[in-house]
């Protein structure tokens, strides 16, 4: 990562000048700029303190615009001129919030302090405009999905809450800056006053003020520089204020004072603060998710090492795949990597290097905590015992909406009694209640011990009687809710007892393609009960199940034989699945199939054949299957080729050739 700030500057002057007048950008090389807009956001440091949780805020909704500009790039159909000019007011936007994200994070702090009502109100005109730029994208032109849109929407809905919000100021630290800058005050030459404005603005070590100095020059540069002062133009008494502050600060600190600020070139920076634009962070280094240097690497069973905060995440948010390479995880356990903590550890030292301290866990999410937000969750969820039905359908999106935003509001509405009264209106004939309501259950079962309170409050049955007659949205979301309650052992059971099963091989049948994968993965996680596998081959699960084989372009081949792998374990599975068909087309994913599909499949074929002395083996040899398997033995991935291996060995043992 090379952090070569003046040249990223630089484009931004240009593309904030020019961008709404460029319909003819294609629209390849405007999403490949609008992403990487929000790529080098997610590399910015620290924020100042005066405005750190805006831009925390700020930054990460620009984060989570990523899946819209990944599902634009995917749409067949060429974007209209429409869609090219709405792409473009977002590019727009979008540069002036980084623009104003990078004064937050290399800016004066003196200047932030003192401009901080100005500052904010820059802010609340990026989330108007960001939220009129997200309006205007045709999201049904894009062909966006349901998931995608939801979020935006959501994004929409809080950048308005925003925009609402005044955040109580700084009194004391507000009232000594007045103190300081009047000019009548006798108080303005107490030291005790500056002492304690260097420690709230984080300007009491040589390193800060050094770093003050190398902001307020490139502010003066940006002011029109020394020239500009001197002449009085329209910020020259608020500039001499912020040196002449800088300066106490420094004769506080024990440093030289003299007025180099407004004498020296705006060039001359020290060499310590020149080198750091040409420092690079290896890329081992960064989280793949965050973007940011590790402080605690974790490793999944993939392989793969993540910041251990961004991953949790991850897989509290329902994921069961490795955000990187996409595969499924076997299992969720995070292993600590010392070795490349200590390497990075070793080379922050040698670089001089001071890792961004982090946020604590609350910060960003500070809306949620007031008594406010309390009380308005509190009332909505008092809303749904509402008579009226339109009160009721309202009062459950809202939650729906919150209960996706973040894990505290999870707890919150669940701590509130939210979870009883959702459950009770997933009987209602209203579809949209329904659908809201089972989904803003599937939304607060991503909380571990909120899995727990669901199931405790029968919400299992009620979720199933969705399933066989909601709306198709309330469909998949209920497919979806039972994936991830059954995440307990306990609820798998509770599932398959209530008759959950049949309808989701009825999803898997007949759903959209939405609907197959919630059923696919809900039925996956399932049949890992012994009993649950009987239930599903007695639903008929098997014909879907091949179907997803023969369409490979529906993309869920790997699912398909990881049930089948399941399935195999159980008498009554092999019995149903033992067909000179099925073999066949296992012998053709082992010949020709992604390697990932080379490995699951060798693992059915190994699983069957364990199972049966010789009959699975020997069809699976007239179709060709021994030739296969030596090639993937040497060349397939290392489960492959063990599996490989496995069934040579048994093809020996069978004296089938």
């Given at each position: 990562m090379v952090m070569d700030g003046d040249r990223e500057r630089e484009c931004d002057q240009v593309?904030?000048?020019?961008?709404?007048?460029?319909?003819?950008?294609?629209?390849?090389?405007?999403?490949?700029?609008?992403?990487?807009?929000?790529?080098?956001?997610?590399?910015l440091g620290e924020y100042r303190r005066t405005q750190k949780k805006e831009c925390c805020g700020l930054a990460r909704r620009l984060k989570h615009l990523l899946p819209l500009l990944e599902?634009?790039?995917?749409?067949?159909?060429?974007?209209?001129?429409?869609?090219?000019?709405?792409?473009?007011?977002?590019?727009?936007?979008?540069?002036?919030?980084?623009?104003?994200?990078?004064?937050?994070?290399?800016?004066?702090?003196?200047?932030?302090?003192?401009?901080?009502?100005?500052?904010?109100?820059?802010?609340?005109?990026?989330?108007?405009?960001?939220?009129?730029?997200?309006?205007?994208?045709?999201?049904?032109?894009?062909?966006?999905?349901?998931?995608?849109?939801?979020?935006?929407?959501?994004?929409?809905?809080?950048?308005?809450?925003?925009r609402r919000r005044t955040d109580t100021q700084d009194?004391?630290?507000?009232?000594?800056?007045?103190?300081?800058?009047?000019?009548?005050?006798?108080?303005?030459?107490?030291?005790?006053?500056?002492?304690?404005l260097a420690k709230k603005l984080e300007l009491h070590s040589h390193e800060d003020l050094k770093n003050e100095t190398m902001a307020v020059r490139n502010l003066i540069r940006e002011r029109g520089g020394v020239a500009a002062v001197a002449a009085g133009g329209p910020n020259a008494e608020s500039t001499q204020h912020i040196v002449d502050l800088l300066n106490r600060f420094k004769k506080i600190a024990g440093m030289e004072v003299n007025n180099s600020l407004l004498e020296e070139p705006a060039h001359a920076a020290p060499k310590k603060l020149q080198k750091c634009y040409?420092?690079?962070?290896?890329?081992?280094?960064?989280?793949?998710?965050?973007?940011?240097?590790?402080?605690?690497?974790?490793?999944?069973?993939?392989?793969?090492?993540?910041?251990?905060?961004?991953?949790?995440?991850?897989?509290?948010?329902?994921?069961?795949?490795?955000?990187?390479?996409?595969?499924?995880?076997?299992?969720?356990?995070?292993?600590?990597?010392?070795?490349?903590?200590?390497?990075?550890?070793?080379?922050?030292?040698?670089?001089?290097?001071?890792?961004?301290?982090?946020?604590?866990?609350?910060?960003?999410?500070?809306?949620?905590?007031?008594?406010?937000?309390?009380?308005?969750?509190?009332?909505?969820?008092?809303?749904?015992?509402?008579?009226?039905?339109?009160?009721?359908?309202?009062?459950?999106?809202?939650?729906?909406?919150?209960?996706?935003?973040?894990?505290?509001?999870?707890?919150?509405i669940a701590n509130c009694g939210g979870i009883p009264p959702l459950v009770q209106i997933l009987s209602y004939p209203d579809s949209k209640i329904q659908e809201h309501a089972v989904t803003a259950l599937l939304n607060l079962s991503i909380d571990e011990a909120n899995k727990k309170r669901i199931a405790s409050e029968g919400a299992i049955p009620a979720i199933i009687g969705v399933l066989e007659n909601g709306s198709k949205e309330a469909r998949e979301n209920s497919a979806a809710a039972l994936f991830s309650l059954s995440m307990l052992d306990e609820n798998k059971v509770t599932v398959g007892l209530s008759n959950g099963i049949p309808p989701l091989v009825n999803l898997l049948q007949n759903g959209t393609m939405r609907g197959k994968r919630d059923a696919v993965t809900a039925l996956f996680n399932l049949s890992l009960n012994q009993a649950n596998k009987a239930r599903a081959v007695d639903a008929g699960i098997v014909a879907p199940l091949l179907q997803l084989l023969k369409d490979r372009n529906l993309g869920m081949v790997d699912e398909a034989l990881s049930i089948f792998l399941l399935l195999a374990t159980h008498p009554e599975g092999r019995h149903a699945i033992g067909q000179l068909s099925f073999i066949e087309i296992l012998v053709e994913f082992i010949r020709d199939g992604t390697p990932k599909n080379k490995e699951c499949a060798a693992s059915v074929l190994l699983e069957l054949g364990s199972n049966n002395s010789s009959s699975f083996i020997l069809a699976a040899l007239q179709f060709g299957v021994y030739e296969h398997l030596v090639v993937l033995a040497e060349n397939g991935t290392n489960r492959a080729q063990r599996k490989a291996n496995a069934l040579l060995q048994l093809i020996i043992k069978s004296e089938q050739i």
């Amino acid at each position: 990562m090379v952090m070569d700030g003046d040249r990223e500057r630089e484009c931004d002057q240009v593309d904030e000048g020019n961008v709404a007048s460029t319909p003819s950008t294609s629209a390849e090389d405007l999403l490949q700029e609008i992403s990487g807009v929000i790529e080098s956001v997610a590399q910015l440091g620290e924020y100042r303190r005066t405005q750190k949780k805006e831009c925390c805020g700020l930054a990460r909704r620009l984060k989570h615009l990523l899946p819209l500009l990944e599902e634009i790039r995917d749409i067949d159909s060429p974007i209209d001129e429409a869609g090219i000019v709405a792409l473009c007011n977002l590019k727009k936007v979008l540069l002036m919030a980084r623009k104003l994200l990078r004064t937050c994070n290399d800016g004066s702090k003196i200047y932030l302090s003192l401009e901080s009502e100005s500052v904010m109100a820059r802010f609340h005109s990026i989330y108007d405009k960001l939220g009129k730029a997200l309006d205007d994208i045709p999201l049904d032109d894009f062909e966006i999905s349901d998931e995608v849109k939801e979020q935006i929407e959501l994004m929409v809905m809080q950048l308005r809450r925003a925009r609402r919000r005044t955040d109580t100021q700084d009194i004391e630290l507000a009232m000594d800056m007045m103190v300081v800058f009047s000019k009548t005050d006798e108080r303005n030459a107490d030291n005790a006053i500056i002492e304690r404005l260097a420690k709230k603005l984080e300007l009491h070590s040589h390193e800060d003020l050094k770093n003050e100095t190398m902001a307020v020059r490139n502010l003066i540069r940006e002011r029109g520089g020394v020239a500009a002062v001197a002449a009085g133009g329209p910020n020259a008494e608020s500039t001499q204020h912020i040196v002449d502050l800088l300066n106490r600060f420094k004769k506080i600190a024990g440093m030289e004072v003299n007025n180099s600020l407004l004498e020296e070139p705006a060039h001359a920076a020290p060499k310590k603060l020149q080198k750091c634009y040409s420092l690079m962070i290896p890329q081992e280094f960064l989280c793949p998710i965050s973007l940011e240097i590790m402080t605690d690497p974790v490793i999944v069973a993939s392989g793969v090492t993540y910041e251990k905060a961004s991953i949790q995440k991850w897989i509290d948010s329902n994921h069961r795949t490795c955000p990187k390479t996409r595969q499924t995880l076997a299992h969720l356990s995070l292993a600590p990597n010392f070795a490349l903590k200590n390497l990075i550890l070793q080379w922050c030292e040698k670089n001089n290097f001071q890792i961004p301290k982090k946020d604590e866990p609350h910060s960003n999410e500070s809306e949620t905590s007031t008594p406010e937000h309390k009380e308005e969750i509190a009332s909505l969820i008092q809303s749904l015992a509402s008579t009226r039905l339109e009160v009721q359908r309202d009062s459950a999106k809202k939650i729906r909406l919150l209960s996706k935003e973040n894990p505290e509001n999870r707890v919150l509405i669940a701590n509130c009694g939210g979870i009883p009264p959702l459950v009770q209106i997933l009987s209602y004939p209203d579809s949209k209640i329904q659908e809201h309501a089972v989904t803003a259950l599937l939304n607060l079962s991503i909380d571990e011990a909120n899995k727990k309170r669901i199931a405790s409050e029968g919400a299992i049955p009620a979720i199933i009687g969705v399933l066989e007659n909601g709306s198709k949205e309330a469909r998949e979301n209920s497919a979806a809710a039972l994936f991830s309650l059954s995440m307990l052992d306990e609820n798998k059971v509770t599932v398959g007892l209530s008759n959950g099963i049949p309808p989701l091989v009825n999803l898997l049948q007949n759903g959209t393609m939405r609907g197959k994968r919630d059923a696919v993965t809900a039925l996956f996680n399932l049949s890992l009960n012994q009993a649950n596998k009987a239930r599903a081959v007695d639903a008929g699960i098997v014909a879907p199940l091949l179907q997803l084989l023969k369409d490979r372009n529906l993309g869920m081949v790997d699912e398909a034989l990881s049930i089948f792998l399941l399935l195999a374990t159980h008498p009554e599975g092999r019995h149903a699945i033992g067909q000179l068909s099925f073999i066949e087309i296992l012998v053709e994913f082992i010949r020709d199939g992604t390697p990932k599909n080379k490995e699951c499949a060798a693992s059915v074929l190994l699983e069957l054949g364990s199972n049966n002395s010789s009959s699975f083996i020997l069809a699976a040899l007239q179709f060709g299957v021994y030739e296969h398997l030596v090639v993937l033995a040497e060349n397939g991935t290392n489960r492959a080729q063990r599996k490989a291996n496995a069934l040579l060995q048994l093809i020996i043992k069978s004296e089938q050739i």
